[in-house]
């Protein structure tokens, strides 16, 4: 069972930048796809990022291409999402998970960490 807390969330103004950080409680991490996800009031949850298991590839949501990026330091057990030029649309709790199946599906997830962006 791997345990993976999120950290870095935060009240920011729009066009501010945030950096969240999800460590993991397992190496067996590293094997892993990593994915961040965010939720908003009133809105079901939403896929924002994921990264494979070498760091060498990427894939983004639409609505964060070109101001988020994602990445990992296995050595560390931690996977990052760079946040920039934050728009008050990010308002969200942001979930990191880990761990894909072939059906895209995460076993693992965090508990969550707000993010506000105010206008």
């Known amino acids: 069972q791997v345990q993976l807390v999120e950290s870095g969330g935060g009240l920011v103004q729009a066009g501010g930048s945030l950096r969240l950080s999800c460590a993991a409680s397992e190496r067996t991490f590293s094997r892993y796809i990593m994915g961040w996800f965010r939720q908003a009031p009133g809105k079901e949850r939403e896929f924002v990022a994921s990264?494979?298991?070498?760091?060498?590839?990427?894939d983004y949501a639409d609505s964060v291409k070109g101001r988020f990026t994602i990445s990992r330091d296995d050595s560390k057990n931690t996977g990052y999402l760079q946040m920039n030029s934050l728009k008050p649309e990010d308002t969200a709790v942001y979930y990191c998970?880990?761990?894909?199946?072939?059906?895209?599906?995460?076993?693992?997830w965090g508990q969550g960490t707000q993010v506000t962006v105010s206008s």
């Open positions: 998970a880990a761990f894909r199946n072939a059906l895209g599906q995460y076993r693992y």
């Open positions: 990264i494979n298991w070498s760091g060498s590839s990427t």
